[in-house]
């Protein structure tokens, strides 16, 4: 009887929840293609073509950075506890300082 009791406690140890939002530009416009990465892991995903994200993971503290070609890339800071999260990021553009142009012809 008690071996029963013990299989019908939730066991929450590796407790997973989902990590969702949206990639946007500074206009509020989706980029889809954008990549989110959890850092100091293999994990990412690529954001679709509305610019939403879903990513699974354990509960912890976690760092996700948002990235696109042309964009600074953003760092932002999860908790995952208990529950599902949803964490949206917004890019601004990339400033880009050349030195130097090679112009070619043929």
């Not at 009887?1 to 140890?13: R, V």
Request: net charge negative; aromatic share 8%.
């Amino acid at each position: 009887m008690m071996g029963a009791l013990l299989f019908t406690l939730p066991i929450s140890l590796n407790a997973q929840h989902k990590v969702t939002g949206t990639i946007t530009d500074e206009n509020g416009e989706p980029l889809p293609g954008a990549t989110i990465q959890v850092l100091n892991t293999y994990q990412g995903v690529t954001a679709g073509l509305d610019g939403s994200y879903s990513l699974t993971l354990r509960d912890g503290q976690y760092e996700l950075k948002a990235d696109f070609i042309g964009y600074k890339e953003v760092i932002n800071e999860v908790q995952v506890q208990g529950s599902d999260v949803e964490l949206n990021f917004s890019l601004s553009p990339q400033d880009f300082v050349t030195d130097e142009v090679v112009i070619t012809a043929t």
